[in-house]
């Protein structure tokens, strides 16, 4: 927190440039969605997707890294001043270690999504009907099942996840993902009580998030007619395009609750690490 307060200005000043990064490697997801040609090319879906595959590798990942690095230093850490080249290395990994842990959370809400919008009708109520049958219901009872099953695979995904969080802060001059398990066995419980603040720090805003999401959905959401009824109208609403007065509320949420909460958080979370660090 002390050195939260002590760098604030330089600390802001880092987050605001990794989420203007982030948004700019997001445009082309938007481009594709859009379905707009690629500079005169109609067909431009795939090289939008390229683009965005290679922003998000070659400048999101490794900038992370490099930014992580820059509080690292702020908290006291040394050999934080790598190159890019280790940035990319390190920064990939890291990714692939912690998205492993998401593939089935992924997955399962990438065919939801998917399945809605290019399956039949029949196919896609199929599946809910199936899974519904499982514990002795209709589809209604298969819409519930899958909700609950996709909750725990996100809960499995935010643990993997943080399982190297450590990693994100040591020097990356060494073997930081090895140094991190051995951090995380030694400190487990102080590395536990962080992630509750953490996620306590997360809570307001993911309410704010979640309450313009809410608002944007209830337009034309049916509850009475039942659990699949519902996602029907929940997936349908979600093609549709924000307001520019909701879209205006999720700019000031980010911009005046989650990017200071969130710098916050990865400031604790660096200070921790280099103090557990120190006591090797």
Same mark, same amino acid.
């Given at each position: 927190m002390n050195t939260f307060k002590k760098h604030f200005p330089g600390i802001m000043a880092g987050a605001l440039g990794e989420a203007l990064l982030r948004a700019a490697a997001v445009i082309p997801l938007y481009m594709i969605l859009r379905g707009a040609p690629f500079f005169g090319w109609k067909q431009g879906a795939a090289a939008w997707a390229g683009v965005f595959l290679a922003a998000f590798v070659f400048l999101c990942l490794p900038f992370r890294l490099k930014g992580y690095m820059g509080l690292r230093a702020l908290c006291g850490g040394d050999g934080a001043d790598i190159g890019y080249g280790v940035c990319l290395k390190d920064g990939i990994r890291r990714f692939v270690r912690g998205i492993l842990w998401g593939i089935p959370f992924?997955?399962?809400?990438?065919?939801? =999504?998917? #399945?809605?919008?290019?399956?039949?009708?029949?196919?896609?109520? +199929? *599946?809910?009907?199936? /899974? &519904?049958?499982? =514990?002795? #219901?209709?589809?209604?009872?298969?819409?519930?099942?899958?909700? +609950? *099953?996709?909750?725990? /695979? &996100?809960?499995?995904?935010?643990?993997?996840?943080?399982?190297?969080?450590?990693?994100?802060?040591?020097?990356?001059?060494?073997?930081?993902?090895?140094?991190?398990?051995?951090?995380?066995?030694?400190?487990?419980?102080?590395?536990?009580?962080?992630?509750?603040?953490?996620?306590?720090?997360?809570?307001?805003?993911?309410?704010?998030?979640?309450?313009?999401?809410?608002?944007?959905?209830?337009?034309?959401?049916?509850?009475?007619?039942?659990?699949?009824?519902?996602l029907q109208s929940v997936l349908e609403q979600l093609g549709k395009p924000f307001s520019t007065r909701e879209l205006l509320l999720l700019a000031a949420i980010l911009l005046i609750v989650h990017l200071p909460l969130c710098a916050l958080r990865k400031t604790r979370d660096a200070e921790l690490v280099c103090r557990l660090e120190a006591r090797e």
């Open positions: 992924l997955a399962g809400t990438v065919y939801l =999504v998917w #399945g809605y919008h290019t399956l039949d009708m029949p196919s896609f109520y +199929a *599946l809910f009907k199936t /899974l &519904g049958g499982y =514990v002795g #219901g209709k589809a209604d009872a298969g819409v519930m099942l899958m909700l +609950a *099953l996709l909750a725990v /695979l &996100g809960i499995i995904f935010a643990w993997g996840w943080w399982l190297d969080m450590p990693s994100d802060f040591l020097s990356h001059r060494g073997r930081p993902f090895a140094r991190s398990g051995s951090i995380r066995r030694k400190n487990g419980s102080a590395l536990r009580k962080n992630a509750v603040i953490q996620a306590l720090l997360l809570l307001p805003s993911a309410v704010l998030f979640l309450t313009v999401l809410a608002w944007h959905l209830a337009k034309e959401i049916t509850w009475g007619a039942g659990a699949f009824a519902a």
